[in-house]
């Protein structure tokens, strides 16, 4: 096998300099860093991670917490992320949360504990006190995108702006007998991300003048495609109190409640305008008006704060968290309209 004194030799340096090199352990000049990578990749030697940590006291890998990896804005999310891992030379170390209890709370108290790792980014996770505190006891960055709790930084788009805006929309259109397909939890967690969009848009209403118990109903679905076709088949199955519009939490449920109204036989957006929010990538397939975010984009720069905090950046200069959302965009296509 390859040792670092055969890199040294064939790269014409020391073995501490190649060391240095191929560990980040300290100063080596650009020059003679890509010498001792190009010699060590021409006679396969590969550095000990575990010996490169002991020298620089980082295990070059980042744990990511993540509710979901089955879908569409968390599979984005999750690339990204690891594109630009990758890119800064880390790992990944992936934990896909589950409901609270049992198994949730010993990724928290036991494998974050076990498995060595720089820095935490936490995906679209509400954060309870004893989870962010046992975070905290590992001494690493924490880096919230989107979710609830404490965090050394934290990433998000304005989710009530988001809410307000697509109603907004909807409203500007003439509709004015508008419902909301939540996400689960949305009324029980206010400052979670389903929470704030719905709280986005019971303030546009409110701004509309329109009382949201007279005129608008709500009701909690999965954020996914069949979740968002059984929420609308039991939102559209009553024709007498049936809205004329349809504000959904997620792309995934508009495409669901598009195919709902399909089998009930409702015109979109003829009868019934839908309006989603993502910029899913099927979104365009199924004319689908919506508010985009870019969620390869948030976990490049997820990455980017935890780098930051990694070098001591942040401490001079404002984070990317400094205090501006993430940006979003409406796209009108053809499933918003006039109500007939």
Request: no cysteine; hydrophobic share 45%; proline share 5%.
């Amino acid at each position: 096998m390859a040792a670092i004194g055969d890199v040294a030799r064939l790269a014409g340096v020391s073995k501490a300099t190649a060391s240095r090199a191929l560990s980040g352990g300290g100063y080596v000049a650009d020059d003679t860093r890509r010498r001792v990578e190009a010699a060590a990749k021409e006679i396969g030697y590969i550095a000990s991670p575990d010996a490169a940590s002991l020298v620089t006291g980082r295990t070059k890998n980042v744990g990511v917490i993540i509710p979901f990896v089955n879908r569409w804005f968390f599979g984005e999310v999750l690339e990204g992320i690891e594109r630009a891992l990758l890119s800064a030379g880390y790992d990944l170390t992936l934990y896909n949360l589950s409901e609270p209890g049992p198994d949730r709370a010993r990724v928290f108290d036991f494998f974050l504990a076990r498995k060595r790792v720089d820095a935490v980014i936490a995906v679209g996770v509400d954060l309870d006190d004893h989870e962010v505190a046992a975070l905290e006891k590992r001494e690493k960055p924490l880096v919230a995108l989107g979710g609830s709790g404490g965090a050394d930084a934290r990433l998000s788009v304005d989710d009530r702006a988001v809410g307000q805006l697509a109603t907004e929309h909807l409203l500007h259109l003439g509709h004015t007998r508008i419902a909301h397909l939540a996400g689960l939890g949305a009324r029980d967690l206010p400052l979670s991300v389903q929470g704030q969009r719905r709280q986005g848009f019971l303030d546009a209403l409110s701004a509309a003048g329109i009382p949201p118990e007279d005129r608008a109903v709500i009701l909690e679905a999965d954020v996914s495609l069949p979740g968002g076709y059984t929420g609308a088949l039991q939102l559209l199955g009553h024709p007498a109190a049936r809205p004329t519009a349809l504000f959904a939490a997620s792309d995934e449920m508009a495409i669901g409640a598009i195919r709902a109204a399909e089998k009930l036989g409702i015109d979109v957006p003829g009868d019934l305008s839908i309006i989603g929010v993502d910029g899913h990538e099927y979104a365009e397939m199924f004319e689908l008006t919506t508010i985009e975010q870019y969620p390869g984009e948030q976990g490049r720069l997820a990455v980017d704060v935890v780098m930051a905090l990694l070098l001591d950046e942040g401490a001079a200069d404002p984070l990317p968290d400094s205090g501006a959302p993430l940006p979003t965009r409406l796209v009108v296509r053809a499933t918003t309209s006039a109500p007939r």
